[in-house]
T-cell receptor, first 110, second 120 residues
Framework: QKEVEQNSGPLSVPEGAIASLNCTYS??????FFWYRQYSGKSPELIMF????GDKEDGRFTAQLNKASQYVSLLIRDSQPSDSATYLC??????????FGTGTRLKVLA | DADVTQTPRNRITKTGKRIMLECSQT?????MYWYRQDPGLGLQLIYY???????NKGEISDGYSVSRQAQAKFSLSLESAIPNQTALYFC???????????????????FGPGTRLTVL
């Protein structure tokens, strides 16, 4: 069964620090990987996606992909209390469907 | 106006009742999805549709049915609601994005605001 795994957290970091969120996936056929942010009771918002090995940066966010290790990460620089949310990792499972992880809860402490 | 809307936003119903959740989008996307989210279980795919005539079951379709009335509208029905269908329900749409020099494409999903359903 195809799976995406994340540590549920909470991951607590002080304001201004770098938050590092990790995700592993089981399907070597997955081509693209997505990070979503979800505030409590709200819908997931797309942060960024990555499909090539290496790093992809967008503002304070950097996604990292290592296909050999089947590992995806999201770094948040200069973390702010407003970044406190649950972060969902997803992998495409072919035929335009995603497999979602259960999310990591991030708490940024002021 | 929001690109993906869901109605109702909150609904409390009783066991055995039929209920319909509606989703509309102005993004012009062909692909639409219904998910449910339970605490600690992440997002689970119920049904998905690639166009008006193409509807597919997801991983947890039992007890649910869907209708794609138009490109912009995708409805989810619970024919006879039961308490374990209490959850947060999300509609999503997706667009194809090219991957640039590496070739291929990626479907990027965008979510509606959700419907909180409680079945008593």
């Amino acid at each position: 069964q195809k799976e995406v795994e994340q540590n549920s957290g909470p991951l607590s970091v002080p304001e201004g620090a770098i938050a590092s969120l990790n995700c592993t996936y089981s399907d070597r056929g997955s081509q693209s990987f997505f990070w979503y942010r979800q505030y409590s009771g709200k819908s997931p918002e797309l942060i960024m996606f990555i499909y090539s090995n290496g790093d992809k940066e967008d503002g304070r966010f950097t996604a990292q992909l290592n296909k050999a290790s089947q590992y995806v990460s999201l770094l948040i620089r200069d973390s702010q209390p407003s970044d406190s949310a649950t972060y969902l990792c997803a992998a495409d499972s072919g035929t335009y469907k995603y497999i979602f992880g259960t999310g990591t809860r991030l708490k940024v402490l002021a | 106006d929001a690109d993906v809307t869901q109605t109702p936003r909150n609904r409390i119903t009783k066991t055995g009742k039929r209920i319909m959740l509606e989703c509309s989008q102005t993004k012009g996307h062909d692909r639409m999805y219904w998910y449910r989210q339970d605490p600690g279980l992440g997002l689970q795919l119920i049904y998905y549709s690639f166009d008006v005539k193409d509807i597919n079951k997801g991983e947890i379709s039992d007890g649910y049915s869907v209708s794609r009335q138009a490109q912009a509208k995708f409805s989810l029905s619970l024919e006879s609601a039961i308490p374990n269908q209490t959850a947060l329900y999300f509609c999503a749409t997706s667009e194809r994005q090219t991957r640039g020099a590496s070739g291929g494409s990626t479907d990027t999903q965008y979510f509606g605001p959700g419907t909180r359903l409680t079945v008593l």
